[in-house]
């Protein structure tokens, strides 16, 4: 019911604005006229700006093509247009963050000495997302999300101050039920409570205003960016970012939303391949301070931070894992540099999983050159899409890919949700990036850059257990696709990027 009155609102909105532009029909000339001015003057913003060329292409051209709309389409859709408001704000809690995240630069030191890649990598994550690394954590890797889910539940109930969730998706069902159990049952025992959710990634989920259920059971609740039937670019950007806090010593972090298909309790689009990660130890703190400075830019709460961090129990571990975030309001595009420089400095092997393959040249070039210069170069997509015309744009990056030795593989049995990154051992990535434009440019998002340890491990035997449900997509498979649907997915990946 929400969504069909918020799509006739829309529609009204949409008419109206047709008719005040049918209605200067009758000066059309001088119309046209003004509209074409101001397309172009958009299309100059739009080259002068910072956003990734392949983005400002996206645009340039359908602005171009209906100068009457485009210009003003833009302003309406695209674009980073939060506001100068909301950057002060994200500006403001990001120093908190800071603050209450020191630099454990003594680490980055010390591994300057053996490897000063990964050392600039680390010092680039924490000078630019404040987020530091940290040893002596454990970390645990889950090949499936039914797997996380288990433990995911069980730290909740040993919760004794505070747990905190933060999820893009959470549709009622076995998976949001028990979990919402043992929130209620937590909260009646004193423990803080709280939950963040996307309003438009639930929109289809959850009722309206289900944040005052949640509240009524003693769930504190914040909804980011209330879906409004107003013509807006504000829905551009998301939270798409998957986080469970317990006691700040317990983090949890992945592709897994809080719905049933996630964890295989209902089959949406075939077998459900995702991955997670727990962490226990200091590296939590990282994942905490994301929380609270997300639930500081919605709710206005002028805490004390500090006072939500816990004793560390002494744990002795092997490799590095440094929790980062990425905001789509400080044009720093840190999941995307994370990406590219694990990519630039492959030599052995790069292993790839990701549900959408939208990338732009830059990544595209990075790929074909780690092939060409011999690196095992594999991908992992789905086979099973759950927008067909995502799906076309991923499959349309296939053969460019495969020409220079990438090998593309899908997963068969159904959709491939996962988004981690692994190369020669030594480096990994987990967390709820995509590789595509909404992901690295539009949303919030976070991730775990990894260090060496057995968790790397974990991930590489988890791909190459995964390869084996998994059909090659040959450079032959992607040059006998139809005429049709080439065009089709050429005309497609024109506007991937607003996709």
Excluded at 93 to 105: G, I, S, Y
Excluded at 128 to 152: I, S
Aim: glycine residues 6%; charged residues 20%; proline residues 5%.
């Amino acid at each position: 019911m929400r969504v069909t009155l918020v799509g006739i609102s829309i529609l009204i909105q949409a008419a109206i604005l047709m008719s005040v532009v049918l209605e200067f029909g009758n000066y059309f000339v001088y119309f046209y006229a003004i509209s074409l001015l101001f397309s172009l003057l958009v299309v100059l913003g739009i080259v002068n700006g910072a956003s990734n060329p392949a983005y400002k292409i996206a645009w340039i051209v359908p602005i171009l093509l209906f100068p009457i709309f485009g210009g003003l389409f833009y302003l309406l859709l695209g674009g980073n247009h939060m506001g100068r408001w909301s950057r002060r704000k994200m500006q403001s809690v990001q120093r908190q963050m800071a603050n209450n995240l020191r630099r454990n630069d003594k680490l980055i030191d010390q591994t300057q000495q053996t490897s000063p890649s990964a050392a600039g990598l680390m010092r680039y994550v924490q000078q630019y997302a404040y987020c530091p690394p940290w040893q002596n954590t454990k970390t645990k890797y889950y090949p499936l999300g039914e797997l996380a889910f288990e433990d995911m539940k069980a730290r909740m109930r040993e919760a004794e101050n505070y747990i905190f969730l933060e999820y893009f998706i959470v549709e009622d069902g076995k998976m949001w039920g028990e979990m919402l159990d043992i929130l209620k049952e937590k909260a009646a025992q004193g423990v803080d409570v709280r939950m963040i959710y996307d309003d438009l990634g639930c929109v289809l989920t959850l009722p309206h205003h289900y944040d005052r259920q949640l509240e009524q059971m003693g769930v504190r609740c914040c909804v980011f960016n209330p879906f409004k039937p107003v013509l807006s670019s504000h829905f551009n950007h998301r939270d798409h970012r998957k986080i469970l806090v317990v006691d700040g010593r317990t983090a949890f972090t992945g592709g897994i939303n809080l719905a049933d298909e996630y964890i295989n309790a209902y089959p949406k689009y075939g077998h459900w391949k995702d991955t997670a990660i727990q962490l226990e130890g200091p590296a939590a703190w990282n994942m905490t301070m994301m929380f609270l400075t997300m639930w500081d830019f919605l709710r206005g709460e002028d805490e004390k931070m500090g006072d939500f961090y816990p004793q560390f129990p002494p744990l002795q571990t092997d490799g590095v894992a440094q929790p980062f975030s990425d905001s789509p309001l400080d044009q720093e595009p840190v999941s995307e540099t994370v990406y590219l420089h694990l990519i630039n400095q492959a030599n052995r092997y790069l292993y790839i999983n990701t549900p959408y393959l939208i990338i732009d040249n830059e990544t595209t070039t990075a790929l074909t050159a780690a092939a060409k210069r011999g690196v095992d170069v594999r991908i992992i997509t789905p086979h099973i899409p759950d927008k067909w015309f995502v799906h076309a744009v991923t499959r349309a990056n296939y053969e460019l890919l495969a020409q220079s030795g990438v090998k593309i593989y899908e997963y068969t049995p159904g959709f491939n949700h996962a988004k981690t990154i692994v190369t020669d051992d030594l480096w990994g990535v987990v967390g709820t990036i995509n590789m595509d434009f909404r992901s690295l440019y539009l949303h919030f998002e976070c991730g775990v850059l990894l260090y060496g340890g057995d968790v790397i491990m974990s991930i590489k035997n988890d791909f190459l257990q995964t390869l084996r449900r998994c059909q090659k997509i040959s450079l032959e498979d992607c040059r006998s696709v139809k005429w049709y649907q080439k065009l089709g997915r050429a005309l497609l990946r024109l506007f991937a990027p607003l996709m």
